[in-house]
């Protein structure tokens, strides 16, 4: 009896023992989620006062971790915005065919997409222009044959699987698109998603609708300038787009699976609107904070740390609840950039260079406090070397494999597969390139700029249980109400997480070189163009 006790007794002690690290970041690290994603931060809105709350817990956190304040002796940066809201009673949108009005419902069929500043009137051609990519160096030209001048650009919102992955999401993002169609004299776009790419359905992001959408106040920083209006289909209605064209959206959406060419054609009819628009400006905050280097001749370069802080605030109601708590979209990435802190300042860390972390604000509204962040931070933008982003990393199983974005872009490739090797996980490339996720989170503001970088997440094989259930949480969860507390989540994972981001951060930083894009990259182009 005396005896098993004892060996149990050694079992408990030793097993205490080994996970005591990963206990101590688990449990920190979810105090941060909790103190970011509770009720009383109302869902982090850009603008919105808890947003400064939550901005001012990080601040505090920063403090505490002894980063040195890097925005003029503060940690906030403030980042001016243009706010719009939708009057939706006042606006209206309609279909002229032969002779004949074919009003839209707003909300229903439609929506105006306000991260473009709509013109108060608008009646053009519609044109479909399939995958609506003009990109001559790899011999795709979805505008042969039909006139865009004056014209409201209609196109399926994917990409052809003939483009790699980095690439599909580079010319598929809507600041790209548009650089396109202003090009050939469009004056606006209809987007019209995959159904079988929509991470949230129609009935769920049509919700947003009625809440403010936001660009950069500072023009020169708002890529949706010029357009004079933007609307997103309700696919399960495109119909009403093609009908007397001959075609219908099913056979498009037929050819766009089977990866086959799609045509483009002018469609018979004309859209007029009237948008009704409230405009505001808000203020909102990114927040910086540096571990000094301790080389002398790399200290004043840097490695960005960076996640999003802002979510959706109140929204349309799911289930009798409104509040978007964001707890893993994405309290959990900062509160992982906040554990990183904490651990570097307790082991007395001092990498050669300097590691910046940044929380951006934003991101929801489109990236837009990276964007600023990146083209206006407090560091001379080409002291800075790389950027390491997270944004919902999803610790939703034991963490074995480490995704990641843009694996094979830059020879930061090569610090992550060694990091993740030394933790015991395998690394794997983004197995759905098709979701352009690589443009679609902060680490693309850096790209832009030339700025090599990486995206990170929990990892999954395909068609396995973890796919699975990553799956159901986007279908279920994923900028839903439900991402809130209560919602399942492994601990050590995430604990996990924060040590690769943490020795990726301090590899880096340690390099003798600067990181490089892979010449074979498509993103090598922003580098060579940057000053630096
Ligand atoms: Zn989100």
Do not use: C
């Not at 959206?249 to 628009?277: H, N, Q, Y």
């Not at 409230?278 to 001749?297: F, M, Y």
């Amino acid at each position: 009896m005396r005896r098993v006790l004892t060996v149990a007794a050694l079992v408990m002690v030793s097993g205490t023992i080994g996970l005591r690290a990963d206990d101590k970041t688990a449990t920190r690290w979810f105090s941060h989620v909790e103190a970011l994603a509770n009720d009383g931060m109302e869902g982090r809105n850009t603008g919105s006062p808890a947003h400064k709350r939550a901005a001012e817990y990080v601040a505090a956190q920063f403090r505490k971790s002894g980063l040195e304040p890097a925005v003029g002796g503060g940690y906030i940066q403030p980042v001016p915005f243009k706010t719009r809201k939708i009057i939706e009673a006042e606006s209206s949108l309609a279909l002229l065919r032969d002779g004949n009005i074919e009003p839209l419902k707003l909300g229903d069929d439609t929506n105006i997409n306000l991260r473009v500043d709509p013109a108060p009137t608008v009646e053009a051609p519609l044109v479909f222009v399939g995958y609506g990519l003009h990109i001559p160096e790899r011999g795709i030209d979805d505008f042969a044959g039909v006139n865009l001048k004056g014209a409201m650009v209609v196109y399926v919102a994917s990409t052809p699987r003939s483009l790699p992955g980095p690439l599909q999401a580079h010319f598929g993002s809507a600041g790209e698109r548009w650089k396109m169609y202003q090009a050939a004299g469009a004056i606006g776009t209809i987007s019209i998603a995959n159904p079988k790419s929509m991470d949230i359905p129609w009935e769920r992001s049509t919700l947003a609708r009625l809440q403010p959408a936001m660009s950069l106040a500072d023009p020169s920083l708002d890529e949706g300038a010029g357009q004079n209006l933007s609307l997103t289909m309700n696919p399960a209605r495109a119909d009403k787009l093609f009908a007397g064209s001959g075609h219908t959206f099913a056979e498009i959406l037929a050819l766009v699976d089977a990866g086959r060419p799609v045509p483009s054609f002018a469609l018979p009819a004309r859209l007029k609107a009237t948008a009704k628009v409230e405009r505001s400006t808000v203020e909102s905050q990114n927040v910086a904070g540096i571990l000094r280097g301790a080389d002398p001749k790399r200290r004043d370069e840097y490695v960005v740390l960076s996640a999003h802080l802002d979510h959706l605030g109140i929204g349309g109601a799911i289930n009798g609840d409104s509040l978007y708590n964001g707890a893993m979209d994405n309290a959990s990435g900062v509160a992982a950039l906040l554990e990183v802190a904490a651990s570097l300042h307790e082991s007395g860390t001092k990498p050669a260079r300097s590691i910046l972390f940044v929380t951006v604000t934003g991101e929801e509204k489109g990236l837009l406090g990276s964007s600023y962040f990146a083209a206006r931070p407090p560091v001379p933008q080409a002291n800075i070397v790389a950027n390491i982003n997270t944004d919902m990393f999803l610790p939703l199983f034991p963490m074995k494999l480490l995704m990641v974005l843009g694996l094979d872009e830059s020879d930061l490739g090569q610090d992550v597969r060694a990091t993740a090797r030394a933790v015991g996980v395998s690394v794997q490339a983004d197995p759905e390139p098709q979701r352009n996720r690589f443009v679609r989170s902060d680490q693309y503001s850096f790209i832009k700029f030339g700025i090599p970088a990486l995206a990170m997440k929990v990892g999954y094989e395909e068609k396995s249980p973890e796919a699975a259930i990553a799956a159901k949480w986007t279908a279920e969860r994923y900028h839903a109400p439900s991402d809130d507390l209560r919602q399942p989540i492994d601990r050590s994972a995430a604990a996990k997480y924060v040590e690769v981001v943490r020795d990726l951060s301090v590899r880096i930083a340690n390099r003798t070189d600067r990181p490089k894009w892979n010449d074979s990259s498509f993103f090598k182009r922003f580098a060579m163009g940057a000053t630096h």
